[in-house]
Structures are given as structure tokens and as C-alpha cells.
């Protein structure tokens, strides 16, 4: 609405000068007369008149821009926090449904496991909202990492390996392809959660078949590239920009088949952009996939520890 408004009003303002300029012109006569009456001041005038509504114009249009920027972006913040109090409201109504049930009653050794099993998973939910969350505020106070030789073999080897553990994957679903020992220049703690957020999004959106391929190698033109594959829903071409802003979720029908808080993305792209380096997204529409391309800075060294779970099988 405000931006058809603001399109009118300068529609309107143009129809009304060109408008008056012809009434003017064809009241007064021959077109010659008019500019040979004309001194050097109202050409001075006339000028910066027409300047002066040339911005008027082009005000108007960028104030309707940002009036919808600042309508979207609110948007993006109310279906934000309607995420935030959907993902943590779960997960503590199950662990209060347990907690009380556990109180209540005294159940054999088995069904106790399998609650305890089942609160850890909502407190795990729990933990990683809170991270998102938190890694999100930490963007808007950025301060210097510290960079050191990051071994990316052993460290998508991990987070491989917690995103199987956490949708109970096989190995097949998600495979790691590594050539030779890429060692990147990065901060440990902050990649792992970048390929992490990368890794459980490629799991979220790839519908009940699960194939998710991670190539990791040293770049051609420089670097370490890093390429998550899926065969999942796709993103449309026109929203493979907008992925990366803070809260903006694309496609409507997969914000509806996918929790999430809209952070993931916006998250990656600052941390990568942080350690030097830079990412990509890449589909051919929907229900054709997605690739990201992230590309790091290769430290000089030869070898480098992190510390990680053990290599998982690949």
C-alpha cells in the first residue's frame, strides 16, 4: 500500500508540471517567443526549479523504498520472534510433560531411559536455539578473530557426525568427501558452527530422502572451497540473495514444513565473511536443490589440530 500510494502521488506530480508547463507554453504563443523573452536569471531560475523537482521526485520514490524496506524488515522481525517463542515453548512443555510425569508416577527402567533420551533432545533443541540467538547478537558487536590452522578434514568430520547423530541418520545420507588434508586459516569454534548451521539446513530441507553430499578441497584459484550439496526442496532464483538477510525465510510453503528462527544463514555468511573468507548459494529452482560454496583462507602450515569428535566414517 504505501508503496502504490507513493507511486501515484509521483505519477500525479509529474502529470501536474509537464501538465502546467504545456498550458503555460501554448497560453503565451510561439515557443521561439517564449525563450527569446526569457533572460539569463529565469533560465537560472527555470533550472534549478526543474532540479529542485527532480529531487522532490526522486525523495518521494526513495522515501516509499524505505517505507516498504522498513515494513518488510518488521515483518521479518515478528515472524523472528514468533519462531523464537515457538522453538523454546515446545521443547520446555515436553520437558515440564516429563518432569511431572516422572514425579507422578514411577516408571520401570526401560520407559525412564527413554524419557531422560527424549528430555536431552528437547534440551539439545533448547541449546541450539539459544546459540542462534546468541551468535546473532554477537554479529552486531563484531570483534577481530582469532585465526589459527583449522584441519577441515577432522572438523566436517564432527559436525558431520552431530547432525547424524541428531536426526539419526546412516553415513549414506550424509557423506564426506575430502581431498587430501585442507587446513584453513579460521577460528574452530566459529566454522563448526557455520558448517553446522549449512549441514542442518541441507537435512531440514531435503524432505523425507535425505542425501547430502560435503566436498572439501583446496581451491583452484586459492584457498579451501567447501561445497554442501542436497537434493531438497531448491530455492527460487530470485530469492538466492535474500537468503543471507537477518529473519527472511524463503519460500512460504517450506516456512511452513520447517521450523526455524531465519538466523542460520545470516549467521553463516557473517562468521565466513569474519574468517576472510566468502559464500555462495547456488540452485536451479524449486524442488531442484541447493548448493553452498563456502571458500576459506588456506593457512600456510602443513598441519593443524582441532579438537573434534572422532573422524566419523565417511
Known amino acids: 500500500m504505501p508503496l502504490t500510494i507513493g507511486i501515484v502521488l509521483v505519477l500525479l506530480a509529474l502529470t501536474l508540471a509537464v501538465g502546467w508547463n504545456v498550458l503555460v507554453v501554448r497560453g503565451v504563443g510561439d515557443v521561439r517567443q517564449v525563450a527569446e523573452r526569457l533572460s539569463n536569471t529565469h533560465w537560472v531560475l527555470l533550472s534549478l526549479g526543474s532540479l529542485l523537482y527532480a529531487l522532490l521526485i526522486a525523495g518521494l520514490t526513495l522515501l516509499c523504498a524505505w517505507l516498504v524496506r522498513e515494513m518488510r524488515h518488521s515483518q521479518r ?35 525412564r531411559g527413554q524419557f531422560l533420551g527424549r528430555m536431552r533432545q528437547d534440551v539439545a533443541r533448547l541449546e541450539r ?20 590452522p583449522i584441519a577441515l578434514r577432522d572438523l566436517l568430520a ?49 524432505g523425507p530422502t535425505v542425501d547430502v553430499r560435503v566436498r572439501a578441497a583446496a581451491d583452484p584459484e586459492g584457498g579451501v572451497r567447501v561445497e554442501i550439496d542436497d537434493r531438497g526442496v531448491g530455492i527460487p532464483r530470485s530469492e538466492l540473495r535474500r537468503i543471507f538477510q537477518p529473519f527472511y525465510r524463503a519460500g512460504v510453503e517450506a516456512q511452513r514444513r520447517v521450523k526455524g528462527l531465519g538466523l542460520g544463514l545470516f549467521i553463516v555468511r557473517f562468521l565466513v565473511r569474519r574468517q576472510g573468507g566468502s559464500v555462495e548459494a547456488h540452485s536451479a529452482g524449486p524442488g531442484l536443490g541447493s548448493r553452498f ?11 593443524a589440530s582441532v579438537r573434534s569428535a572422532p573422524l566419523a566414517a565417511q
Not at 515457538?86 to 507422578?104: G, N, V
Not at 550424509?174 to 579460521?186: C, H, I, Y
Open 293 to 303: 560454496v563456502v571458500t576459506l583462507r588456506e593457512s600456510g602450515g602443513q598441519h
Open 129 to 148: 536455539t539459544v546459540d542462534q540467538v546468541l551468535a546473532a547478537a554477537r554479529a552486531a558487536r563484531a570483534r577481530r578473530p582469532r585465526r589459527e
Open 158 to 206: 564432527s559436525c558431520a557426525q552431530e547432525v547424524r547423530d541428531q536426526y539419526h541418520l546412516a553415513s549414506e545420507a550424509l557423506r564426506l568427501e575430502v581431498e587430501g588434508d585442507p587446513v584453513a586459516l579460521g577460528e574452530a569454534q566459529e566454522l563448526s558452527l557455520v558448517f553446522r548451521n549449512l549441514l542442518d539446513n541441507a537435512v531440514k530441507y531435503s
Open 77 to 111: 522481525q515478528q515472524a523472528f520472534l514468533d519462531a523464537v517463542t515457538h522453538e523454546m515453548k515446545t521443547p520446555l512443555a515436553s520437558l515440564r510433560l516429563y518432569l511431572d510425569t516422572l514425579d507422578r508416577h514411577d516408571p520401570g527402567a526401560e520407559q
